[in-house]
Structure formats: structure tokens, C-alpha cells
């Protein structure tokens, strides 16, 4: 799945907008309210359409809240309708173009008619999933990711992980939080099958190489059943507990583990390439978020080398991140234009692009 083109009416702060998205990365600048996290929502209320159609997983319903609002007065503040979000995407080989909306003031139910090509397809991978007897379907990923990632969760202990479903890849995918939890439990769940029954371990080691990818101090993963957690092994062969880690290093595992456990949940007939070959859209507010500006100047290069067939679509505040892109991966929410591609001009001269000054 690859976002073309979205066109928002009346969702939250935005009246009338359409945004262009690069189909590999597109980063979102611009002042704290100018709209990078509602771009987020608004594409994450489009991915929840295909959910509609699996049956098992939550879709992404609109919320009241969202309609936006406009005070007439300051005792007369009215919903403005009709709300709509219209998108053109793509999806194994075809091309999408729909939109949901409604014209009544209160209530979540949108349209969804137009939409109906696409919910049919997912319905379809669903019936397939659980048919044996044809060839598996490569299921895209759709993700969310945002600044509640790094919520410190109640330690509990692990417990192995019950064999499910492919579709259990989409489960909370458009809850802006992480749960540690579930890929730290298949982690251990598949280290343990691997030594003690000698499982194929091709799934395993497509997990840890995208996270061995994203964290180049990390050389091996291992799983410690004393410590209960994941440990990675630093360039000076000493091992690092997941735990210990700071925001920053927590911030690109904790991203890295959730991806790749979704894709080769996803898509374990990729076997070793489920990282490498799965598809799909990875919505990230605030990147850069607890990341050492060294570390900002080379995450995006990162996502792209671990995961080549993701769409990104990433909020961010920092000028190390915008020079590290080119002209068409960068979405500027504020007045200025880009003459020349940000990763050819000086840090000076993309911070004035994003709009600091002195």
C-alpha cells in the first residue's frame, strides 16, 4: 500500500488542505499547530478503512472531537460540515480513489460506499489467510507510531507467545503507543523454539537483522531468561539489557522491534526477506524524539536500508533530519520553499528553511 493523495475538509484545525506524499518517505515540518499531527491522524483514519474489512481487528473510527470547530463567538462555537477525507492510494498493483464523510453534527459514522472496492480486497486476504490451500497473499503493513511510544509500561513477566494468526500483525496497528510487550514475548517465544527444537530460524534472524540494522552499536540480540528482557550486544562484546537503555536508543528499538515483528507476522512465507519484501504504510510523530543529533543525521537513511518497501510518512522538529532528505521527501507546513535539495545546503540554511530564526 503506498498513500498518493489526501484531501481534507473540516478534520480538526484543517478547512480545506490536500497533501502529495512521496511513495518511499515523506517528512512533515512546520511550527508546533501548523497540522503535522493531524496529516497523521487523517492518513490514520484512512488506513482504518482497510480494517473494516478484516474481521477481528479495530478499525479507526472518527471521533467527535475531530469535526472541526469554529467559535462564530465566544458563546456560539458550531461544528463545520460537511466533514470529508478523500485519499488516492494504491494497493497490490491497483489504484484506489475514494472518500468517506458525513454532513451530521454529532455521531462517528462516515460514509463508506466509495470505499467498498477496498474493504472487499481486505475481506478477501482475510478469507484466504485461513484457507490452506492457496498460496499466502503478501499482507501490507499499516502502522502508527506516536509520541506515547515511550510510555514507561508496568514490567510484567513475559509469557510465551501463543501461536495466532498472520492478522494478529494489525493488532492495535493505529494505537499511536507501543506495546513492548508482544514483540518482546514472540522474541523469546522463537529464541527458545530456535535452541530447543532447532526451529528454522529465517523469521528470527529477519527480526534481529532489521534492528541490528537500525542500531549500529548492536552487534547481536539474545534473550535472557534472568533478566526477562532482551539484551543486545555492544561493539565491546559486553551485553546491554533493552531495559537499561536510554529514551534514544529505546525510542529506535522499541520502532525497529514493532516493524519487524508486524512484517514477518505479516508475511512469514517471506521467510528471511519478511523485513525486506513487506509493504506498507509507518506513520512516526516526532522522530527525532531523545535521538543525539549524530543519531538524527542517519535514522532516516536507517529506515530506508531496513525496511526498503515501507511507505514512511514522519513528523519532525529537527534540521539534522531535514538535511539528511532530498526536495520531494520533505512536506514544509510553514511559507518557505526548497530551492535545492535540503541535504545539499548547510545546517544554517535548512534551520531558516523550517522557519527559526534568530
Known amino acids: 500500500m503506498k498513500i498518493n493523495k489526501i484531501h481534507i475538509q473540516n478534520f480538526k484545525g484543517f478547512e480545506d488542505e490536500k497533501f502529495h506524499f512521496n511513495p518511499k518517505m515523506?517528512?512533515?515540518?512546520?511550527?508546533?499547530?501548523?497540522?503535522?499531527?493531524?496529516?497523521?491522524?487523517?492518513l490514520s483514519f484512512v488506513l482504518g478503512t482497510f480494517f473494516l474489512g478484516v474481521d477481528g481487528v479495530s478499525s479507526r473510527s472518527l471521533q467527535q472531537s475531530e469535526k472541526r470547530r469554529v467559535a462564530l463567538s465566544p458563546d456560539n462555537i458550531e461544528v463545520q460540515l460537511p466533514f470529508s477525507i478523500s485519499v488516492q492510494h494504491s494497493l497490490a498493483g491497483q489504484d484506489f480513489s475514494w472518500k468517506r464523510s458525513t454532513d451530521k453534527k454529532h455521531g462517528s459514522s462516515t460514509s463508506?460506499?466509495?470505499?467498498?472496492?477496498?474493504?472487499?480486497?481486505?475481506?478477501?486476504?482475510?478469507?484466504?489467510?485461513?484457507?490452506?490451500?492457496?498460496?499466502?497473499?503478501?499482507?501490507?503493513?499499516?502502522?502508527?507510531?506516536?509520541?506515547?511510544?515511550?510510555a514507561r509500561e508496568k514490567h510484567e513477566k513475559l509469557v510465551y507467545a501463543k501461536k495466532g494468526s498472520r492478522l494478529d500483525g494489525y493488532y492495535i496497528a493505529l494505537d499511536p503507543t507501543i506495546c513492548k510487550k508482544r514483540f518482546l514475548s514472540w522474541f523469546r517465544t522463537f529464541e527458545d523454539s530456535k535452541l530447543k527444537f532447532n526451529k528454522d530460524d529465517a523469521l528470527y534472524i529477519a527480526f534481529t537483522n532489521a534492528i541490528t540494522s537500525m542500531v549500529p552499536s548492536w552487534n547481536k540480540l539474545h534473550f535472557s531468561w534472568e533478566l526477562d528482557d532482551m539484551l543486545g550486544q555492544l561493539n565491546n562484546e559486553e551485553w546491554m539489557p533493552f531495559s537499561d537503555l536510554s529514551d534514544g536508543f529505546q525510542n529506535v528499538v522499541r520502532l525497529a522491534a514493532d516493524i519487524a515483528y508486524r512484517a514477518v507476522t505479516l508475511n512469514p512465507h517471506l521467510g528471511e526477506k519478511a523485513v525486506l519484501e513487506t509493504e506498507g504504510v509507518v506513520l512516526i510523530d516526532e522522530l527525532d524524539m531523545h535521538l543525539h543529533p549524530t543519531w538524527q543525521k542517519n535514522v532516516i537513511a536507517d529506515l530506508k536500508k531496513t525496511f526498503p518497501n515501507i511507505q514512511f510518512i514522519i513528523t519532525t522538529h529537527s534540521p539534522f533530519i531535514v538535511q539528511s532528505l532530498k526536495a520531494d521527501e520533505v512536506l514544509n507546513l510553514g511559507e518557505n520553499n526548497l530551492s535545492s535539495d535540503p541535504e545539499s545546503l548547510s545546517l544554517e540554511e535548512n534551520t531558516l528553511f523550517m522557519g527559526i530564526k534568530d
Not at 129 to 137: A, I, N
Request: zero cysteines.
Open 26 to 42: 515523506t517528512v512533515l515540518i512546520g511550527d508546533n499547530g501548523s497540522g503535522k499531527t493531524t496529516i497523521l491522524e487523517a
Open 112 to 150: 463508506r460506499k466509495d470505499a467498498q472496492k477496498l474493504i472487499d480486497m481486505a475481506k478477501a486476504y482475510t478469507d484466504r489467510v485461513r484457507d490452506k490451500d492457496v498460496e499466502p497473499d503478501d499482507l501490507p503493513l499499516i502502522a502508527y507510531y506516536g509520541t506515547g511510544r515511550l
